[in-house]
């Protein structure tokens, strides 16, 4: 079992670079692989970064590609999402989940139904 408590959020004016954190219980952490989604108002929740259980391996949303970088600190049993270059459509709730998917590239992983633990969401609001 995995509990996971997203924090970073908050009012953002565009541009800006937060960073939110996903720290997780659970003596496991680093056996799983983690992943950033957000909702939009009035959206469905939507993938936007994941990381392997080594952090050897990354994937991103095109829309984040390059803006938004994903890390994990094992010890700390935390997971990170850098966003930089901030734009008013990234205002979202933003949630970290947890996959028990051990393989060694993390590339395709997007689907909400590939992960297992969620955390309750942090808001991001992003004003011009």
């Known amino acids: 079992q995995v509990q996971l408590v997203e924090s970073g959020g908050g009012l953002v004016q565009a541009g800006g670079s937060p960073r939110l954190s996903c720290a997780a219980s659970?003596?496991?952490?680093?056996?799983?692989?983690m992943g950033w989604f957000r909702q939009a108002p009035g959206k469905e929740r939507e993938f936007v970064a994941a990381i392997s259980w080594s952090g050897g391996s990354t994937y991103y949303a095109d829309s984040v590609l390059g803006r938004f970088t994903i890390s994990r600190d094992n010890a700390k049993k935390t997971v990170y999402l850098q966003m930089n270059s901030l734009k008013p459509e990234d205002t979202a709730v933003y949630y970290c989940?947890?996959?028990?998917?051990?393989?060694?590239?993390?590339?395709?992983?997007?689907?909400?139904?590939?992960?297992?633990?969620w955390g309750q969401g942090t808001q991001v609001t992003v004003s011009s």
């Open positions: 659970g003596r496991t952490f680093s056996s799983y692989a």
């Open positions: 989940a947890a996959s028990r998917y051990r393989g060694p590239s993390i590339v395709g992983r997007l689907r909400e139904n590939e992960y297992d633990y």
